[in-house]
């Protein structure tokens, strides 16, 4: 303010704008320079039209003239003293598309430019006169959102329950005056108020004096740079405001195919600050989310449209040899957008099958790029046995749960898959139940019972004459012999697998092959086999970046490197692992296991200590309850060494040893 410069505050109704204007209005440095000669105008209070914004600025400020018809008539008054001025509400007359618009903001724009008058404008779009510095306004901090609740709500005690309900409104100002406000005057203990807020949300924002959420987000909605929108764009923003994530601004034209101009119309958007971007999305405010969703998703058919296209661009079928299994990957961004809207067509829905089958779809989609559990979990696990899609639901989810370490469930839910497929009579979903059973007894160290599961499987993959069936259940049966020290036979079977797979040009498949002959040559001691092995893994691989293949292929060059004392190959390709496994948690938990047992080896043993301590954090956040354990015993033993450098690297982790092969056996990608 020291050089009269105009300001403008930007962003949302209800975000506080207004608060901070009459704090800057009224602050003592203000008073002090300015004394009476400061006014503050409610744009929203008169018509948008440029008379009547001169007549208001003549009346506040005393200038006098009457029914003036430009602001030179107002100069010699403002321009015979300093004058601080703010414009509330500026988004009624500086909306574009008002009648006076290009005059109202003329006239803005030359005030802003006065030697004596201070502008201060508050106003919810962005169209502002260049001159004005512009600050966007975010939410309240979280010790602002309490002090703010509370001191509204004179209540002492404070209260989780509170701050879980502030994080939920995005510690969006007005919701948590309105809520405070509401709870004060009908008298709300902490109980009652956290039952109002999960039973009415957004319609517990409201005051005995008529003040609401409600009608300030309609006051947004009267704009004409709204309206002229069009009638239908009431329902976009509805979709916008019901995905978590907003809508991805890269995924639009797929995602809104019926409508022209999307592009445009979500800039308007956020001109008149009903959204924002963040990471590549626009998306809201918590409360206008809340209060713009529909209350009845089925009734939105562009919600439905909008449901569709996810749908459909889920259906590709994921095969990592072809080229549009890359495309994929959209999935890693709107994960979260698209788990939300399956779990609230799964339960007003149900009985619907494409519903259902993009239910498989997507967790195909998370267990290929994502690695993650989701939230249908519980919903899938309690449909009726008789469900068409439920052995596939769960055949899918364990998938999940396998790749996040939990094997033990992974297996439950294949078992509960396996009896579904047998009372529905189906030898090829049965075959497959058995196959990745017999995977999940490998992980699961039941060895002989990954065998006997296995062969049950080549039993029915010959009768059906299933060549890539029969290929892949040979080479989780080569796992399990590897393992019950059937050495020769793993590697027979293993190479079989490969000469089964070559014919049907299935690289990925190979990849997962040549990694198991690596394995077996590493144990055998034939170590140049192994590294070539797994170097044929990388030349496969890179091309395509398969990037849990990388992940692998490196992880196991790493462990041979490393055994041979070779130490800055071992770093290299440890480095290398991790960087493939940056969007993978439980792979990066991995990754770190290994880089530590690598650092431990060569003698790096604070730094071996931390890169321990961090893969144990990942494996407890992700409950991978046997890869924390191991991650906890190599702490255990570095630490050891630290203590008593002498016995460094001379445990039950030494180089070389079968031991630690097999504790960093590999977790293969499903098959």
Sequence with gaps: MENLSPTALIGAGGIGKTSIALA????????????????????????????????????????????????????????????????????????????????????????????????????????????????EIPRLSTNAAQETFYRICRKRERSNLITEILEQLDFHPLSITLL??????????????????????????????????????????????????GPDVRALLGVVAFFPHGVNENHVDWLFPTIPNITSILDKFCILSLTYRSSGFITMLAPLRDYLSPKDPKSSSLLRTTGECYFTRMSVHLDPNKPEFGEARWITSEDVNVEHLLDVFTTIDANSDVVWEACVNFMNHLRWHKNRLTILGPRIEKLPDDHRSKPECLYQLSWLFDLVGNIVERKRL?????????????DGRVAKMLSVLSYSSWRMGLYKDGIQEAREALEIYESLNDTVGLALCLLNLARSL????????????????????????????????????????????EIEKAIHHNELVLEIASPFNWHHELVWSHSSLAELFCNEGRFDEANAHAERAKSYSVNHAYLLGRAMHLQAWVWYCEGRLEEARFEALRAADVFEKLGAAVNLENSRQLLQVIEEGMNNPVTSGQSGFTCGSSQMIRFLARIDLPI
Aim: proline share 3%.
């Design 24 to 135: 800057v209005l009224h602050h003592h440095r203000i008073k002090q320079r300015f004394g009476e000669n400061r006014r503050f105008i409610r744009c929203d209070q008169f018509p948008a039209l440029l008379t009547q914004l001169l007549n208001r600025i003549s009346k506040v400020t005393g200038a006098g003239a009457e029914n003036p018809e430009n602001l030179t008539s107002l100069y010699p008054f403002l321009s015979s003293r300093e004058t601080f001025i703010v414009l509330d509400n500026a988004e009624s007359i500086l909306d574009p598309r008002g009648t006076d618009a290009e005059k109202i903001y003329a006239l803005v724009e030359e005030l802003s430019r006065s030697e004596t008058t201070c502008l201060f404008i508050t106003s919810r779009i962005s169209t502002i006169p260049s001159e004005c510095e512009i600050f």
């Design 180 to 229: 405070a406000t509401a709870a004060h005057q009908n008298k709300w203990d902490t109980g009652r108020l956290t039952r109002e807020w999960k039973t009415r949300r957004t319609n517990a924002l409201q005051t005995e004096h008529k003040k609401s959420l409600a009608a300030t987000i309609e006051l947004s909605l009267t704009s004409p740079l709204f309206q002229e929108l």
């Design 414 to 426: 294949l078992t509960h898959a396996l009896v579904l497929w047998r009372e529905r009579g189906n």
């Design 482 to 525: 590897c393992e019950d020290d059937q050495l020769d036979a793993a590697e027979e079977t293993a190479s079989r697998t490969i000469n089964l797979l070559s014919e049907k040009d299935n690289q990925y498949q190979l990849c997962e092959s040549y990694h198991l002959l690596g394995d077996i040559c590493q144990i055998k001691d």
